[in-house]
């Protein structure tokens, strides 16, 4: 433990736990063979066997999976889950998000409702974001797949292919409206 560490309600420290100084824990969070540099806050989550960098933000109600490494001054918000990632520095994953088997790059911004789908039905594939890039609300980046730097997904894509760098890709189906005869 570091100094001026508070540790609120409910909160519980279990395994192997290396804690930075001025750190806010909880209330109600578990953390397990972590290690958690300075200046974390992390309330109402779980942290696995994972490495978190200066200044994170995490929670409410976040899970951050075993081999995970989020640096410095990133935020995961409230029902995020990260899974065997590496989460780049100023990167903002701010609620409702599944970010699995991914690299996320430097001041990337996830929009809520956005997933990377790393499993096929038999094997667990790689996402790769680049630097810079954003994803709208609701989009789904079905891995293996790699998004270049400075792209912008627009908002409900599903995203299946390699996207070069500093690009806006929109995927979406046509809209069909039928009126209802009585």
Same mark, same amino acid.
Request: hydrophobic content about 35%; proline content about 3%; charged content about 20%.
């Given at each position: 433990?570091?100094?001026? &560490?508070?540790?609120?309600?409910?909160? @519980?420290?279990?395994?192997?736990?290396?804690?930075? !100084?001025?750190?806010? /824990?909880?209330?109600?969070?578990?953390?397990? !063979?972590?290690? #958690?540099?300075?200046? =974390? #806050?992390?309330? @109402?989550?779980?942290?696995?066997? $994972?490495?978190?960098?200066?200044?994170?933000?995490?929670?409410?109600?976040?899970?951050?999976?075993?081999?995970?490494?989020?640096?410095?001054?990133?935020? &995961?918000?409230?029902? =995020?889950?990260?899974?065997?990632?590496?989460?780049?520095?100023?990167?903002?994953?701010?609620?409702?998000?599944?970010?699995?088997?991914?690299? #996320?790059?430097?001041? &990337?911004?996830?929009?809520?409702?956005?997933?990377?789908?790393?499993?096929?039905?038999?094997?667990?594939?790689?996402?790769?974001?680049?630097?810079?890039?954003?994803?709208? $609300?609701?989009?789904? #980046? &079905?891995?293996?797949?790699? +998004?270049?730097?400075?792209?912008?997904?627009? $908002?409900?894509?599903?995203?299946?292919?390699?996207?070069?760098?500093?690009? /806006? =890709? =929109?995927?979406?189906?046509?809209?069909? +409206?039928?009126?209802?005869?009585?």
């Amino acid at each position: 433990f570091g100094t001026d &560490v508070i540790i609120e309600p409910q909160t @519980h420290l279990r395994g192997k736990c290396n804690i930075g !100084n001025g750190c806010h /824990l909880g209330p109600g969070s578990v953390i397990t !063979n972590s290690t #958690l540099a300075e200046n =974390v #806050l992390a309330i @109402h989550s779980f942290i696995n066997e $994972a490495t978190i960098g200066k200044g994170v933000s995490i929670g409410p109600f976040a899970h951050i999976r075993p081999e995970s490494n989020i640096c410095a001054n990133s935020k &995961v918000g409230n029902f =995020v889950e990260i899974k065997k990632s590496f989460i780049d520095e100023g990167t903002k994953i701010n609620h409702l998000s599944y970010i699995g088997d991914s690299s #996320l790059g430097k001041n &990337v911004n996830i929009g809520a409702g956005t997933i990377t789908a790393n499993f096929d039905g038999e094997k667990k594939h790689r996402t790769i974001i680049g630097n810079y890039s954003k994803s709208g $609300a609701n989009s789904v #980046l &079905v891995a293996p797949i790699k +998004i270049g730097s400075h792209v912008t997904i627009g $908002a409900g894509s599903t995203i299946s292919k390699d996207i070069p760098d500093k690009t /806006l =890709v =929109v995927e979406r189906s046509k809209t069909i +409206i039928r009126t209802k005869i009585d």
